[in-house]
């Protein structure tokens, strides 16, 4: 693809044009594939003109946690609001449906090399995500606390389970069913 | 180290002594640091000889893992029949601490690379923690497999949140005591 004029991307369109390209390169080539000369090319701009908006790769890839978390969140709690029965049995399936969907955003969202101390931004994307839960499974108590990160820790090792392959599915049997049957003991 | 003579090794024994030198290396190291010619190395052999009991490093690295997993099952046996009453809480805790403990083995036990599908000596150490899991939990059920998933999930969930570094622990929070407090209400 030629290079086209920077120009055709006003301030802020062209930080958007970028990531949208980045979860996308993401999804298909895995974060090993991520290169900020590589993401301008595919978005048709300057080789320069990337380092506008990131200041090196790691910051695109925070900044591409960050959308994956307000995405998530978001999901969450739309479907939280959707089944108001049992709201945490449907964020649970849509916490792991979210990252056998996406897993190499959600890989990333939970890297330990994306050091949440030290990037105050992924680390408020994340901690909203946290408190959806927290909302939904109780009140601000300690007891709440540990009640939501009960839940959490549920949902997050049946997606990494699944994602990694270490739990065993039976020839025909459906996943979705089996990650309903699994949530619905929350 | 010299290069020692491999006679010192009865046949079984240099595949012992090559294994807990290779763990030593894993928990300093991690798995990078591992080759099959630094291993020779360590041991005091030459560099051929490892090869007599590893055709390659992907052995290695799957001989590591079923090493792993059966010390892991042998604690978690050894823990279930220690608390009788409640056995479960108890596998749970030491599942988490052997994660802790062990960060680099549990990451390789669990590694998607090493495809279980494919190694079926793996494949087997890995399904007999989970039947270790599963005779406490309940019955051979389809049910009973539902309650076994769903307990795995959670203390594997636990175990990789806190080794991402993904929980927040408030300073001077007891871990081990969060821990508990979350595999309690399983």
């Known amino acids: 693809m030629s290079t086209l004029s920077n120009s055709r991307y006003h301030h802020g369109n062209l930080r958007q044009a970028l990531l949208e390209a980045a979860l996308v390169i993401l999804a298909k080539e895995g974060e090993a594939g991520l290169g900020l000369r590589d993401l ?26 960050v959308t994956g978390f307000q995405r998530f969140t978001a999901r ?44 105050p931004g992924l680390a408020m994307a994340a901690d909203a995500a946290f408190d959806t839960l927290r909302r939904v499974v109780s009140d601000s108590s300690a007891e709440g606390r540990i009640k939501a990160l009960s839940a959490w820790a549920k949902v997050h090792g049946l997606a990494v389970l ?25």
């Open 40 to 65: 301008a090319r595919a978005v048709g701009v300057s080789p320069a003109a990337p380092y506008r908006h990131f200041d090196s790769r790691a910051a695109l890839l925070e900044a591409l946690a």
């Open 76 to 119: 969450m709690e739309a479907v939280a609001a959707s089944e108001p029965d049992n709201p945490l049995a449907a964020m649970g399936k849509t916490y792991v449906v979210f990252a056998l969907q996406n897993p190499n955003l959600f890989r990333l969202m939970f890297s330990p090399q994306l050091k949440k101390a030290a990037r």
């Open 162 to 186: 699944l994602l990694d392959g270490q739990i065993a599915i039976g020839a025909g049997e459906d996943t979705e069913a089996l990650i309903a049957e699994i949530i619905s003991s929350l």
